[in-house]
């Protein structure tokens, strides 16, 4: 990672009434370590939305202002499911959707956005990965499954306190561990691009699974095959390997 000033965190809120205002918690404990700790390096914004239209007029706003003194980094705080996240209108946010308008940010930062879910099953965002376009975010980083709100802010408040402590080491691996060490689960986009089309190499068993079953449902549909199993294995897996070599430096960015 280049040498930066520190980061930009935009906590944005969209709670139910009664809900533990975890975001506004959050920025309190920023401001104290601020207070804490002279030049704490984590600048923030706190945003309270309650519909889809100020989520996405906020997410203009960002894109259009950001530059390249700062990562930044996106929270959100709401409650999540396998989809995406619901906002205290009512109205849901489907992943693909918020995808659309943080790829701009991910763009205009260098590929630089750091996506933070403070909500349950934070980790089923990267199933709704288009790997063909540009990658929405350098990483995503959130909670595994269920969990307590209480849990939720007790880990982001250790993040944002040791990402302070340690955040001299550049290495893509310092935010894995950190995230790891807060009970937090960390994906970066090479990784996401790769279970996408890579899965022959990194869950083998898995597609023999899936050769399996478009070899049975062929049969089905067109009696016997002249193609062997292990041939048609062998040619779905290159069809793997073409799609990831066309699209990973553009999802990735390694073009620019």
Not at 164 to 171: A, C, L, Q, R, V
Not at 172 to 199: K, M, P, R, V, W
Request: glycine share 4%.
């Amino acid at each position: 990672m280049a040498y930066i000033d520190g980061f930009i965190v935009y906590i944005i809120e969209s709670l139910q009434e009664g809900d533990i205002k975890t975001g506004e918690n959050l920025k309190d404990e920023i401001r104290q370590f601020q207070v804490d700790y002279p030049g704490y390096f984590i600048d923030y914004q706190y945003i309270v939305i309650s519909n889809k239209e100020k989520l996405f007029s906020i997410l203009i706003d960002i894109s259009e202002s950001i530059n390249n003194s700062k990562v930044p980094i996106i929270q959100i705080e709401s409650h999540g499911d396998e989809k995406g996240f619901l906002l205290t209108s009512g109205e849901f946010v489907k992943w693909h959707e918020l995808f659309d308008y943080i790829r701009p940010i991910n763009v205009n930062s260098c590929n630089s956005l750091l996506l933070t879910l403070s909500m349950c099953n934070g980790e089923a965002i990267i199933k709704e990965i288009d790997p063909r376009k540009r990658a929405p975010f350098k990483a995503v980083i959130g909670p595994n499954g269920e969990v307590l709100p209480i849990k939720l802010q007790n880990a982001w408040f250790s993040f944002y306190k040791n990402l302070f402590k340690t955040w001299e080491n550049k290495e893509q691996y310092f935010f894995c561990n950190l995230a790891e060490s807060c009970g937090l689960l960390y994906f970066n986009q090479d990784f996401i691009f790769d279970i996408h089309y890579d899965t022959p190499n990194l869950f083998p068993e898995l597609f023999d699974l899936w050769i399996k079953m478009n070899v049975a449902e062929m049969y089905r549909n067109e009696g016997p095959l002249m193609l062997s199993r292990e041939m048609y294995k062998k040619w779905y897996a290159n069809k793997f390997k073409k799609a990831f070599d066309a699209y990973k430096p553009y999802y990735c960015f390694y073009d620019v």
